[in-house]
């Protein structure tokens, strides 16, 4: 018989090894599946995970692309992994996203086409402040009338996909494009153009904006009051209260950060890769962020690798689209497989594995 | 012969140092797609045509698809990667698609693309739409036609002027038929959501509509006017599992002869950028045979309104025609024209609704 026995501190060795056996049962488990499809299983984990950063074809190409993908990624999932630590689960990262984008651009358009320097600054700020003001809503309701802030902020992102489609198919509609949904493309406009810092690196302010936030997110957790509040609720909500860590005070802080960061990640991502306010401008990013947040151990550094290696089998995946012909659903199924697998290997971080007959292991 | 083979080197040196897109011995086409290519509806669609495309080409040419790959900047990505792997040509087969296309067009001169149902086009860009709204002039007028209640609804996805277009059209022939028709209008915010749609089918039952016309692609409003005892009409595809009723015709996406001539041109080296918009008359637009108890006289009108369209004869969009607060728009005779069409932003006289703001 096969018998768990709950470990009395969880195993630093298997916090770190378990989201590395994750990745290897997935390109196993992912390598049969492709096998079944009838696609050569090595040369698709090749194309997933080599390709993109070693082709000589593409490579120069897509590395470049792994930080404008993993940028937002980063940045959302490192505010969500605040709350997530408290205990405060913010699923709405989506909606925040979107209204940090929605009410960024429509800070800016509302001076086109000003040319001054300050206008990106202020949209940055403006977009913030609209992810803020988003999650403020779960967060205030849960504080004063005890809501479910799972439920309130998932349910806010349709409501925000509904102010997003109504944003670009009215009240920020390009006045130049004939009629059709889309606001103007701030590509064409260069003094809010979110461009590449250094041409053929990827990084934008967004990708900046993300590496900060790993390091800020470092110093805070480990350093910080707040950071050792913020644990203290997760782990032992009646410890912290006896210690006068205010639960609401947390809530609202938690909430505000990560609805602040989602929307700086969508005004970052609208004014640069994007370019503009569209009904399908919303690409996932703040549930994607919710599996690179967990992959990454809630830990600062573990995220920055884990948005990193997302965004490694989302363009992987595609380039296993093209040049083998996978289908798109069996790459999705691929990054599920990933959250699977950490979910299950998780149980070794907190178990024992305990052969009952002749204790030999 | 000495000269010969120093060309044919020199040839071989140029093969091997040209763009990738050179290197291939066929040409690579590539398609990129909104939704999954299982979705039943627009995606689905151009997946078909290009496979029947790829069926009529056989193994001259190379196909290449991506599927479910969102608008922006990801379809940005998608697109250089394709046009770096070696691709000829590439289709973009939703209207979210433009802006990235024109942007990687500008970094691959080499590399042809066309864009389905947008307006902007380049040098190695082409625009293709089709004129959907000589359809629903023909569905509109069998709508107008078979209604009892003298109401008939409209399931709109989004305000934009493809959808605006087709309620005009659909609305203005329903009165042809009956001028005592009124439509109602519901606005979903999607091209493809079954259950939505079957509510707003139900939705508009309840407000004693008997005839119902969708612009969203899935078949959840015939099965809902199935069960009611009401009819509909056959969206994208021509959707006969629901003949001879509640489905009483359709407009049906034929995109496969478009890409099969495109991509002759390519072949012949003849390809050059158009912005083409085509209708009944060239077979893009398809009209499902007419079903159901629709009378001898109304179907012979129908099928009469189809072949002046086809032949140029008629424009579903001929004057006298006001805009919605009586303002003329065109005057007796008077045809509308493409541009006024492409960006259309107004109802015509008599509809109630108002178009969301």
New interface residues.
Partial sequence: MIRLEKRPQPSRLWTIVTPLLAVVLTMVVGGIMFALLGKPPLEAIRTIFWDPLFHPQFAGYSRPQLLVKAGPLILIAIGLSIGFKAGIWNIGAEGQYIMGAVTGAAVGLAFYPSDSVLLFPLMVVAGALGGWAWAMIPAVLKTRLGTNEILVSLMLVYVAENILASASSSWLRNPEGMGFPGSRNFKQWPAVFNDELVANTGMHWGVVAAFIAVIAAYVLMARHIQGFNIRLTGEAPRAARFSGVSPARIVILCLGISGALAGMAGLFEVTGPAGQITIDFNSGYGFTAIIVAFLGRLHPVGILLAGLLMALTYIGGELAQLMLGLPGASIQLFQGMLLFFLLATDVFTNYRIRFAKGELA | MKRRTLLASAALGLALAGA?AFAQDVPKIGFVY?G??NDGGWSQHHHEAAVKMKEHFGDAIEM???????????A???L???A??GADLIFTTS??YM?PTI?VAAKFPDVKFEHAT??KTAENVSAYSARFYEGRAITGYLAGAMTKSNKIGYIGS????EVIRGINSSFLHAKKANPDVEMSVVWL?TWFDPAKEADATQALLDQGVDVVLAHTDSTAPLSVLEKAGAYGFGQAADMYDYAPEPRLSSIIDEWAPYYIDRVQAVIDGTWESHNSWQGIGDGMVGIGEITGPVPEDVKATAEQMKADIASGAYHPFTGPINKQDGSAWLAEGEVADDGVL????FYVEGLTAEI??
């Fill in positions: 990738p909104v999954p290519v290449i698809e991506q599927e479910s790959v969102p608008e922006g900047a990801d940005e990505r998608v250089t990667q394709m770096l792997s209207f979210g802006d942007n947008g307006y989004f305000p934009i002027p915010s492409a960006g259309m932003d969301p703001n």
